[in-house]
């Protein structure tokens, strides 16, 4: 993919600032009890809304705190044709990651990330050249996953050609990032395991460049030129979408 599709992407249609959710959830006891994370390899995680199958999703209604949060984003955002059933909470420490994948066929191809915590680089990267380069078909090189859990488990090749086409975002705390169409179909995004992220590639700089110098600025360190984000505490993400497949019975998939 050309640098003209990737500057036309909208995966950033919608930044904003979400504090009075931040505060909603940072007090929610919910988030803090133990059983209702899932340890996984590299994070933990908590899985609302339901199980997400291929064929569809087998429901449970959202609890209210989250159906408040999921609403709000669909009122603002309006890309979404029916009310977010799927609310994925994800938590990294700062050396922690998610791997490169692609979500899942079983979502609507619109997806709302909620980042609470710490910030992070998020790297975007065109799943296209994994194909070239491994001489395999696209779908099976990629980690296309439906509940998060399995990218766990996918084969990381970033490392193996070049990364000019990447893009990466800087999730700021209290931001939503919304990403959809070409982003969401042809790229794949990740989080690199590691406590210092690179932040030359990140389109949207202005938000840590606007808050430099002044108290609770982003640490950044500068090597060789090269500005990266320490990051130092842990970050909470809640991975928004709509299942548009609900099955009220297992027995009729
Ligand atoms: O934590 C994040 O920001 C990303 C999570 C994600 O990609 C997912 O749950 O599919
Ligand atoms: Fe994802």
């Given at each position: 993919m050309h640098n003209t599709s990737l500057l036309s992407l909208?995966?950033?249609s919608s930044i904003y600032d979400v504090q009075e959710v931040q505060l909603i959830l940072l007090n929610n006891p919910a988030l803090a009890m133990a059983g209702q994370w899932k340890s996984l390899k590299n994070r933990r995680l908590q899985n609302w809304g339901g199980v997400v199958h291929e064929k569809g999703l087998l429901p449970q209604p959202l609890p209210p705190w989250l159906t408040k949060i999921t609403q709000m984003i669909c009122e603002e955002t309006g890309l979404f044709p029916s009310p977010i059933n799927h609310v994925l909470i994800n938590e990294y420490l700062p050396h922690q990651g998610i791997m490169p994948h692609q979500d899942g066929p079983?979502?609507?191809?619109v997806v709302a990330i909620l980042s609470l915590g710490s910030p992070a680089v998020m790297k975007f990267s065109p799943h296209s050249r994994f194909g070239e380069y491994n001489g395999m078909a696209t779908n099976s090189t990629t980690a296309v996953h439906d509940t998060s859990e399995n990218a766990e488990s996918a084969e990381n090749?970033?490392?193996?050609?070049?990364?000019?086409?990447d893009v990466s975002v800087l999730?700021?705390?209290c931001s939503l990032l919304i990403f959809k169409d070409e982003a969401y179909s042809d790229y794949l995004h990740g989080i690199e395991d590691s406590n210092v992220h690179q932040l030359?590639?990140?389109?949207?700089a202005f938000e840590w460049q606007k808050q430099?110098?002044?108290?609770?600025?982003l640490d950044v360190a500068c090597t060789d030129g090269i500005k990266s984000l320490k990051r130092t505490s842990t970050r909470v993400s809640l991975t928004c979408r709509l299942v548009s497949k609900v099955h009220k019975n297992l027995f009729k998939f």
């Open positions: 909208p995966i950033f079983a979502y609507f191809p090749k970033t490392g193996l050609c070049s990364d000019e086409h999730l700021m705390p030359d590639k990140v389109v949207n430099e110098g002044q108290e609770g600025a």
